[in-house]
């Protein structure tokens, strides 16, 4: 399997946060470089807005409108499909599950 192509640089940082990096490092298993690159990655976060804010948002039954097929977020009004091939329950509960332009996959929880 081919290595992904990855990019040098040098980094300067303080003693002090040098060895806060290297004993987070130790605990996590990791060697200070790939720590590094795992906390970068997490603070930058790939996909869009919806992708990153919506993902994994609880929904009330009640708020997906049947007759439009819309559902107000954050907002802003999306299109909605359901998982599974039954009516929106007025009742239940919905996690939002993927997120596509303006149409949201919504699982019955």
């Known amino acids: 399997m081919a290595k992904e192509k990855q990019k040098r640089f040098l980094l300067r940082m303080d003693e002090d946060l040098f060895q806060r990096l290297s004993a987070a490092a130790d605990a996590d298993g990791r060697s200070i470089n790939a720590y590094i690159v795992h906390l970068l990655s997490r603070s930058a976060p790939t996909g869009n807005w919806e992708q990153r ?25 999306y299109r909605y499909l359901l998982e599974s091939p039954e009516a929106p329950d007025p009742n239940a509960s919905y996690t939002i599950t993927e997120s596509h332009g303006n149409i949201l996959t919504l699982k019955k929880i």
Do not use: F, H, M, N
């Open 53 to 77: 804010q919506l993902i994994g948002r609880s929904l009330a039954g009640k708020e997906l409108d049947p007759d439009t097929g819309l559902v107000l977020v954050a907002g802003i009004y």
